[in-house]
């Protein structure tokens, strides 16, 4: 996952958040840059966009490998990531 950069973060506040959820996102993820959120003129979250990310995969992995012995968590590929959920939503192992 790409670091979070705070150097040119936008502020923004929850109120604006609020009201203009869509196009904020948007103008973060167009231009890469990082949003701080405010609430009564205090931090409360960090948005960053997650365009280069691979969130899916990181995501499958670990759904994946819960509850799996410690030597199979090595050598798990996304292939075979997506071949253990679709075996557990059809019942087989």
């Known amino acids: 996952m790409p670091k979070i950069s705070l150097d040119n973060a936008r502020v923004v506040t929850a109120r604006e958040l609020a009201h203009?959820?869509?196009?904020?996102?948007?103008?973060l993820n167009e231009t890469g840059q990082s949003a701080l959120v405010t609430k009564h003129g205090r931090y409360?979250?960090?948005?960053?966009?997650?365009?280069d990310a691979q969130v899916e995969t990181i995501s499958l992995q670990s759904l994946a490998l819960a509850g799996l012995d410690d030597d199979d968590t090595e050598s798990v590929d996304s292939d075979e990531v997506r071949r253990r959920l679709d075996a557990r939503r059809s019942g087989g192992n």
């Open 20 to 27: 203009s959820t869509s196009r904020i996102l948007r103008e």
């Open 44 to 51: 409360i979250a960090v948005i960053q966009p997650l365009a």
